[in-house]
């Protein structure tokens, strides 16, 4: 007990936000924010084949106000845009947004006037998974990566 | 929810938003109700969330880039999409594919036929708490994208058909992959049979609930499951047989009330009714293996690629070989079975490509940009059965390399303009269990 960190916010605050980091990155309530194709891949994900909920994610909650995660899957379009915009401010801090499959992360190959160029140009998005959809190998992997951030997150200072 | 003024008794009715984000309108449809109490007046549905301008798109690429596109409108039966409007654009052509290649796009069309009604029914009981129906159908579902995976390379947004043909030849060991999914996606309807079609519950929320008539279903356009639960006999397979369903034996469910149990009732009929379709495809299919003779003999180096692109690698290890210098020949018997042999749509085999120079200019005046595949001047209607009814690709050339026009008619534009009548005079309750057994697909909605 004597040694204490020599940088940071000191030794019980560092490991007391190791803790809630823990106990965050595995009981994510995640919003499903599904408009088009990903949905599929994403019902996949859920389903017993690939199982989500392994990963502690298995528990979508369709009210913003109790999610922790905004899964953004599937093109969105300008008159979707405001819609996404108005769910996320919804959200209660903390929280995270993942942009699944690569409508969401750049606006894919619909470079027209109808899709959003990429849902950060609206909101600021924590995980990009591309893939047109993306395979459910490769959601459980974001899901991990964005795991991880949680994790290291300092969730004690955080603004 | 009611308001009730003391003096008068009066009643006023409540307007109610449902959607664009919203558990049950499957993302991307805006329903706008009109209530008295829990009783539904007057339903206004607001399309066009999910418009990504599939037409205008098409109109830029060319024919054969328009195909991932149409993956995209119906995502959930992509592949009768890709096949609609390759049958169009080779109506226009004037060409016919191979035997074997409709036999194969027959096949594909009714595994993705499967998934769609598998995902239909699986959302819809997942809506009205269903789960344990939901994931048996989910698993149903993934023997088949695991079939769809070995014979396209991809899960779900497949661009698997080409004019002319399709992308490839089936892999080794389809037909017993295929027969194998099937067993698997049987024994998972019969559990979820079980399950739901005498649960009290699932009953009672989707009997005498949503009905479509048969006035309506005509009025509106509506076709495929929906018309046939109230019904309409029509079924573009059985009405305009178009690939090889003439030779198929195979049933259309009607349906007679026309309320959500009865559209659940026919999509599980059509998924068995598919699933025949398929066991009898699989035994008809023509072509048949080709199989290297590796008794000791020499063989062709491009004979030995072709197997092992197939995966036919057991027993080659003792084989004798030569080279061909020029690679002539290779893949060329493949090629004929799946894709039309005429030269201006269908792709030469890589080894023509890179083997001869008429092949070359072949591969390149196909593939370079404002060359092409150039349809003589004039427009083309073609409707397959797809998942939700009728789905229709109208082209129209003006002989140049790109569309001058696409347009889809699909079927789930017609279904929601007909929502009101089933949703009008029901419960709120019951705008979950309708409209999860409508299957409304935003990306042939709103294209």
């Given amino acids: 007990m004597s040694e204490i960190p020599d940088a940071g916010p000191g030794f019980f605050t560092s490991r007391l936000e190791r803790v809630i980091g823990w106990a965050r990155k595995y009981s994510i309530f995640q919003y499903p924010f599904v408009t088009a194709c990903c949905g599929m891949e994403y019902m996949s994900v859920a389903a017993g084949h690939y199982d989500i909920d392994r990963f502690g994610a298995g528990l979508p909650r369709f009210s913003p106000r109790q999610a922790d995660v905004l899964f953004v899957v599937g093109t969105i379009s300008h008159k979707m845009a405001p819609v996404l915009k108005r769910v996320y401010d919804q959200m209660c801090e903390p929280k995270w947004v993942v942009a699944f499959g690569v409508c969401t992360c750049t606006g894919g190959f619909y470079d027209n006037y109808a899709t959003v160029q990429g849902i950060d140009t609206i909101i600021p998005v924590d995980i990009y998974i591309p893939g047109c959809p993306p395979r459910p190998e490769a959601v459980l992997d974001g899901l991990m990566k964005l795991q991880a951030k949680i994790g290291k997150q300092q969730q004690l200072s955080r603004g | ?447």
Wanted: charged content about 25%.
């Fill in chain 2, 1 to 447: 929810m009611e308001e009730t003024t003391t003096a008068a008794h009066e009643t006023k009715s409540m307007l109610l938003n449902m959607g664009p984000s919203h558990p049950a309108m499957h993302g991307v449809i805006r329903l706008i109700t009109e209530l008295e109490g829990e009783k539904i007046l007057k339903v206004e549905a607001e399309i066009g969330y999910l418009h990504r301008a599939f037409e205008k798109s098409a109109e830029n690429s060319s024919w054969t880039q328009v195909m991932p596109y149409t993956d995209r409108l119906n995502y959930v039966s992509p592949l009768i999409n890709n096949f609609g409007y390759c049958g169009a654009v080779e109506k226009l052509l004037e060409i016919e594919i191979p035997e074997r290649c409709k036999y194969i796009r027959v096949m594909m069309s009714e595994v993705s036929r499967i998934t769609d009604h598998l995902t239909c029914i699986a959302a819809c009981t997942m809506e009205l708490g269903a789960m344990t129906a939901f994931l048996y159908l989910m698993k149903a579902r993934e023997y088949l994208y695991e079939v769809i995976e070995q014979v396209t390379g991809a899960r779900l947004t497949i661009s698997y058909g080409r004019i002319g043909g399709v992308k490839a030849d089936l892999p080794e060991g389809f037909d017993k992959n295929l027969l194998e999914a099937l067993r698997l996606t049987e024994r998972e309807l019969s559990e979820v049979d079980r399950l739901l079609t005498k649960n009290r519950i699932w009953v009672d929320r989707t009997r005498d609930v949503g009905v479509l008539t048969r006035e309506n279903a005509v009025t509106f356009g509506i076709t495929g499951p929906l018309a046939r639960a109230a019904g309409i006999n029509y079924d573009v397979r059985k009405a305009f047989p178009y690939l090889v369903y003439e030779r198929m034996a195979f049933e259309v469910p009607l349906g007679e009330r026309g309320d959500n149990y009865d559209r659940y009732l026919v999509r599980m009929e059509e998924m068995r009714q598919s699933i025949r379709i398929l066991r009898q495809a699989v035994r008809d299919l023509p072509g048949g293996p080709i199989a290297v003779d590796a008794g000791g003999k020499v063989v062709q180096s491009f004979d030995l690629v072709d197997e092992a692109k197939l995966g036919r690698t057991a027993g080659l290890v003792d084989v004798a070989t030569t080279v061909e210098p020029t690679l002539e020949g290779t893949q060329k018997r493949y090629r004929s079975r799946f894709a039309s042999s005429d030269r201006s749509v269908a792709l030469p085999s890589k080894e023509d490509t890179y083997g001869n120079i008429e092949g070359l200019m072949n591969h390149f005046k196909l593939i370079m940009d404002y060359h092409g595949i150039r349809p003589p001047a004039g427009e083309a209607y073609f409707a397959v059965e797809g998942a939700n009814g009728e789905l229709g690709f109208y082209v129209v050339s003006d002989g140049k390399d790109r569309p001058y026009r696409v347009r889809v008619r699909p079927p789930c534009f017609f279904n929601m303009a007909g929502l009101h009548t089933m949703l009008e005079g029901y419960l709120l309750a019951d705008v979950i269990a309708t409209f999860g057994s409508i299957n409304m697909i935003a990306g042939e909605l709103d294209r």
